[in-house]
């Protein structure tokens, strides 16, 4: 199954080779490894990976895959749903909780207009600040939370359309 990360136009060629117990076999492009990974009861788990031990969490959403391995977080999609997404203009269509967590700061409204890399939304998990951004130019089509909320993993925080200016209509202009 070859694999994209959101937001990155370079395909990962992964396959699971074997699964044994908690033990899995993978295949990332030319190299193999081996991880053991135990499960715990919030969705999350140990992740060992020559003798190092990562704190991850997991979950499929519509098309796609997310995973958080401490604070950094990916999503990840087969390629052929990655080039469809890519061509309808919008990299990410939701930004999503990577893990469980409190909404710290929203830096956008309903019809906020963004750009690629644009800071949308702090939260913290595991006493660790994550701050989420646009992957592409967009419109914030709804914000579906508040600051102080407390979220769980993969909870939709908000929810983005295609950029008016990258549709090649005019913008209209918010109203306060």
Known sequence: M????VGDSREIDAEVISRDGSTIRVRIG????????TANADGGGVLTIDGRRYLIF??????????????????FMPAEAAFRRRAR???????IAP????VLKLMVRDGDLVEAGQALVVIEAMKMETT??????AMVKHVRVEEGQMVDHGAVLI??????????RESAPRVE
């Open 2 to 5: 070859k694999l994209t990360r």
């Open 30 to 37: 030319d190299r193999q490894l081996a991880a053991e990974f």
């Open 58 to 75: 997991g979950a499929r959403r519509k098309d796609s895959i997310l995973v958080s391995v401490g604070p950094a977080s990916f999503e």
């Open 89 to 95: 203009g919008l990299a990410a269509p939701e930004i």
């Open 99 to 102: 893990m469980p967590g409190k």
């Open 132 to 137: 989420l951004a646009a992957e592409s130019a």
């Open 159 to 168: 929810e983005l359309s295609p950029s008016p200016a990258s549709s090649g």
